[in-house]
Structures are given as C-alpha cells and as structure tokens.
C-alpha cells in the first residue's frame, strides 16, 4: 500500500483490522464467564445482605453492559493510536 502512494494511517488500519476484530473475542467469552459464575454469585451475596433483588438484577445488567461496552472502545482507540504511529518502537529524537 505504501508503494501505491497510499496514506500510511489508511494502511496501518488495513493491517490492524484482522487483529482488531480478534481482541474482542476474550472480552465475550469474559463476559460469558461473568455472566455464568461471577454476577450471580454476586447477586446472591446482595440479597442476602438486604438489598432488594431488582437492586442486584440492575447492578447485574450494569456490570455486564459495562464490559461489553468499554472494550469495543478500548480497541478502537488502542487501533487508532497505533495506526497514527504513536506506538513507535525505536529510537526516539528528543
């Protein structure tokens, strides 16, 4: 791409999409696993110590809408940042 003459952010995105889409796959299976074992567990543990079960059923859906949510941002700004060439590994000349 770049001996086409194209933009290097355009190619350096090119490149990162495949790895892009990959990074979101442990944060479903988390949120399966969290959703399975983890928020239960924790929702159990409210009641019993008072709080009313839609009180622990919101605090359930906010975890799990939390970790679906901040990752997908993370990768883009991760991606992002790294197609601008802000990850440059080398020497720096300050």
Do not use: H, K, W
Request: aromatic share 6%; with cysteine; net charge positive.
């Amino acid at each position: 791409g770049l001996a086409l003459g194209l933009d290097p952010v355009f190619v350096r995105l090119e490149l990162a999409r495949d790895a892009a889409a990959t990074a979101l796959l442990p944060a479903l299976d988390q949120t399966r696993t969290v959703g399975l074992v983890t928020i239960p567990g924790a929702f159990v543990g409210m009641v019993l110590g008072g709080a009313s079960p839609l009180a622990a059923a919101i605090m359930q859906l906010y975890v799990l809408i939390a970790i679906l949510c901040v990752t997908p941002i993370a990768i883009v700004a991760v991606t992002r940042l790294a197609a601008a060439g802000r990850y440059e590994t080398g020497p720096r000349n300050y």
